[in-house]
């Protein structure tokens, strides 16, 4: 089998560590078992397993009790929560021109029902000033929801930031960690966040089908829950729990998938964030200057390493992305991805829409020797 070149780890990690792998597999050969739904040895091994990710995930986003961890499905899930749980007529929400479908779309739907949406301007690389932000708030400002990082340019937000200004107004902050969990240090009191959503399936290494939500103390009281039913606790009442994490967790958990997801986060700390950032920066670095000298190549982004995260989009002159795309894929075994990538606000902002781009997404297991070749490839197909 000829190698592939994966270089669409902003949609799903890939290759796994082995680490996550062997963890899902012991589930089933050892467990199988549900948490909280028994009594007997390996429902209770099954529970052990959920609890020691929810630590596992506390430890590395600085939160300081276990039992705020939700598990998920997904990032978009968790913004579900956050978004539909949270909002009602009349309130007035903050958002930027760079976020991702799993943003926008929730928030539509609400600006339907009577909720006041601004959404802050941003630059064509994807930057936004957080003084903005703040000249936007309202009175009857409720929350500000801002992706970390975008999927389109990996243009990095200013997040601490515009977290304390949401602070010091008493605004709702929450981050779209889609992007960055496991790639930049995250810390939920240093960035004054109150609301997180990540994933599972990328920069974690865990499985699809996995993430989670954070949210500060106090907030439970305040977010519905967007699912009710079974959650193994007070199975003598018919009224749906009002306490953390079983508010938001009605039904049976992924525990497979969240055993992989303690194993990839146990992959991430002990190959270190700083490690996994600083390879990845090289490598982007490697990259925007090779295509950047290509006459016919349009990179899009602010263009540095150290501003974004390991994705880079592209057009070629005259060439449609998808059939760019294509043939990366059929001739050259690189995968990436074409098109709007489920951001058409960022597209419209960096000037892409509706032809949208090529997006190469770096990860941790590629090498210098990967990038050439794409670069390579690129190269050949201009010269066409």
């Known amino acids: 089998m000829e190698k592939i070149i994966y270089m669409d780890n902003a949609a799903t990690s890939w290759p796994k560590p082995e680490e996550t792998i062997k963890a899902m597999a012991e589930y089933f050969h050892s467990i199988g078992a549900s948490p909280g739904r028994s009594g007997h040895r390996l429902s209770l091994d099954a529970g052990r397993v959920v609890l020691d990710a929810r630590e596992s995930v506390s430890e590395l986003f600085g939160i300081k009790s276990l039992l705020r961890v939700v598990f998920t499905k997904n ?42 949406l601004s959404i802050i301007p941003c630059s064509l690389s994807g930057e936004m000033d957080p003084e903005d932000v703040g000249r936007h708030i309202k009175k009857n400002t409720r929350a500000i ?29 929450c981050v779209d960690a889609a992007q960055t969990a496991g790639v930049i240090p995250i810390d939920v009191e240093e960035m004054f966040i109150d609301i997180l959503a990540f994933t599972g399936h990328k920069a974690l290494f865990g499985p699809q089908g996995t993430g989670g939500l954070y949210m500060a103390e106090g907030l439970e009281k305040e977010i519905c829950p967007i699912m009710t039913g079974g959650t193994g606790s007070r199975s003598e009442s018919e009224e749906h729990p009002d306490f953390l994490p079983d508010k938001y967790e009605a039904g049976t958990a992924n525990v497979i998938g969240i055993a992989g997801l303690n194993a990839g986060i146990r992959f991430v700390r002990s190959v270190g964030i700083e490690s996994i950032r600083k390879k990845e920066s090289e490598l982007t670095a490697i990259l925007v200057e090779g295509l950047r000298s290509i006459p016919e190549v349009t990179l899009y982004g602010c263009g540095d390493a150290k501003k974004q995260t390991s994705v880079v989009s592209f057009n070629i002159s005259g060439m449609d992305c998808a059939r760019v795309a294509m043939a990366l ?43 050439q070749a794409v670069l390579s490839a690129v190269e050949k197909l201009v010269q066409r």
Do not use: W
């Open 145 to 173: 929801y801002l992706t970390h990082a975008s999927n389109v340019t990996g243009t990095i937000m200013p997040i601490a930031e515009t977290g304390k200004i949401a602070r010091e107004k008493g605004v709702i902050f």
């Open 75 to 116: 990032a978009t899930e968790s913004l579900n929560i956050a978004i539909a749980g949270l909002l009602k007529p009349g309130d007035h929400v903050i958002t930027s021109g760079m976020e991702h479908n799993s943003v926008m779309r929730p928030l539509r739907v609400m600006e339907e029902s009577g909720v006041e």
């Open 329 to 371: 894929d059929e001739e050259f075994n690189i995968m990436s991805r074409p098109g709007l990538q489920c951001a058409p606000a960022a597209h419209r902002t960096i000037g892409t829409f509706s032809a949208g781009a090529v997006r190469l997404s770096l990860g941790y297991f590629l090498e210098k020797d990967d990038i």
